[in-house]
């Protein structure tokens, strides 16, 4: 029975999404649990599996097309059913129907069928075949000359010498070093390919090159409007530090193989830096809130979001009441996370509700920069490389691991006293990191 595929809800506040990209195309099989679609939620691409097999018989909603949840997106049929009539949806079945295996051996034993009868039209002597077959010529476009019809090798052969490219030798090494396609010159029947030729050709594709382009859609577009009603929005300060990461790097290496024996999960300075961030924010509630026009929202939740690269953009997963979490379970529902995120398994509900989001580039060896506040959240921490640095302590000039921290902060919500003071007590839990396991 046919099934029609509906705009799923893949979070508690998602109410509709945009197709991005059709991995599977009309016509193409589809196995229950495999990808045949990436969907745009509000924030993030997600790609979503199959609920049923069979064939992607009718694609409803095209690329670029927002729809609400539930409804139709997609039709998925037996290769040669009857597509139902979409005016009456609430009446066709929506549930998942696994579609039983010999479909797709169909779909390949057709295939076959045709290729073997198109090769069974043309007649051709087994050395013409093997000729035409090792320089890639189609048999289709060979004038036969043999008996019944039949080509035979000379035929063959004849084809390839007049289809042959003739050039110069300082030609052919110009256009082997430059990947330059000979086939593209035109030059009149019997000519030889020159230098002056190939050079002419070369200046003629530079003429009318094109630049390449990447279209702001998706993901890119969210960023980009988020960024930018941030930044107009909210007036920025930012206020940095250093930070002696000398017992944390102790810490972490103490720490490490029983957290892997635990959870299976390499324990990383991020992880620390969520559940050393969590102790302070409760220290400095002011940190941890929203702004509206009318009033400041203190979040009763410590929500901590880790800003995650990914190939087409970045997403902010959330480690939800990170403050009442042991660092070890920190630890686990991050790479979790993270996993899920460069994967497109993100779900709504576990990127949305962050209070405070941390953003670490020390592993592309930059030393400090300056974040961009994740709306609605009235500040971000901004984390550098730690570097090995002479510093003085008590007079005495000693090389230590230091690590800068840049804290933005919506001045609408956080003066600069109220920032400082959260970096200042960040800068002590993780001098004495022992103090937020506590």
Not at 104 to 110: A, F, L, N, W, Y
Not at 355 to 375: K, R
Request: glycine content about 4%; aromatic content about 2%.
């Amino acid at each position: 029975m046919a099934t029609i595929v509906k705009m799923p809800k893949l979070g508690t506040t998602m109410t509709e999404g945009t197709i991005i990209k059709w991995i599977k195309s009309e016509g193409d099989p589809v196995k229950k649990g495999e990808i045949y679609v990436e969907i745009q939620t509000d924030k993030v691409n997600i790609e979503d599996e199959a609920e049923t097999s069979g064939v992607l018989r009718k694609i409803i909603a095209k690329e670029g097309e927002t729809v609400k949840v539930g409804d139709p997106i997609a039709i998925i049929a037996e290769e040669d059913e009857e597509l139902p009539d979409l005016e009456n949806v609430d009446n066709i079945s929506t549930q998942s129907q696994e579609k039983s295996p010999p479909v797709s051996q169909q779909q390949e034993d057709k295939t076959e069928a045709v290729k073997q009868t198109i090769s069974d039209k043309i007649k051709a002597s087994p050395a013409a075949k093997r000729v035409a077959r090792e320089n890639q010529i189609d048999l289709s476009n060979v004038i036969p000359s043999g008996p019944n019809g039949r080509i035979v090798e000379k035929d063959v052969l004849s084809y390839i010498q007049e289809h042959k490219v003739k050039a110069t030798p300082v030609a052919k090494k110009i256009a082997i070093e430059r990947q330059v396609d000979l086939k593209a010159i035109q030059k009149s029947p019997g000519q030889r390919i020159t230098k002056q030729d190939l050079e002419d050709q070369i200046i003629q594709d530079v003429d009318n090159a094109v630049d390449n382009t990447i279209p702001v859609i998706g993901m890119r577009k969210i960023i980009a409007d988020s960024m930018t009603y941030s930044k107009k929005v909210a007036p920025h300060i930012y206020l940095s530090l250093e930070v002696d990461m000398s017992k944390v790097i102790d810490l972490r290496e103490r720490l490490i193989p029983l957290v892997q024996a635990q959870h299976d999960v390499k324990l990383s300075y991020n992880h620390i830096l969520i559940k050393a961030a969590a102790t302070a924010l409760r220290l400095n509630p002011l940190i941890n809130s929203s702004f509206t026009e009318e009033k400041i929202i203190l979040k009763q939740h410590i929500n901590i979001g880790l800003a995650v690269a990914l190939k087409d953009g970045l997403i902010v997963p959330v480690i939800k009441d990170a403050d009442k979490k042991g660092l070890a379970f920190i630890a686990k529902e991050t790479e979790e996370l993270v996993q899920k995120a460069k994967s497109k398994k993100l779900l709504p509900d576990e990127y949305q509700g962050g209070t405070f989001t941390i953003t670490n580039l020390g592993m592309f060896d930059i030393e400090s920069f300056c974040a961009i506040i994740n709306q609605p959240e009235t500040a971000i921490l901004a984390v550098g490389k730690i570097i090995k640095k002479p510093v003085v302590i008590d007079e005495e000039i000693t090389i230590k691991p230091m690590m800068n921290l840049t804290l933005s902060c919506d001045h609408r919500a956080i003066d600069g006293a109220v920032g400082a003071k959260f970096l200042q007590n960040l800068k002590q839990i993780l001098e004495e990191p022992v103090n937020m396991l506590l």
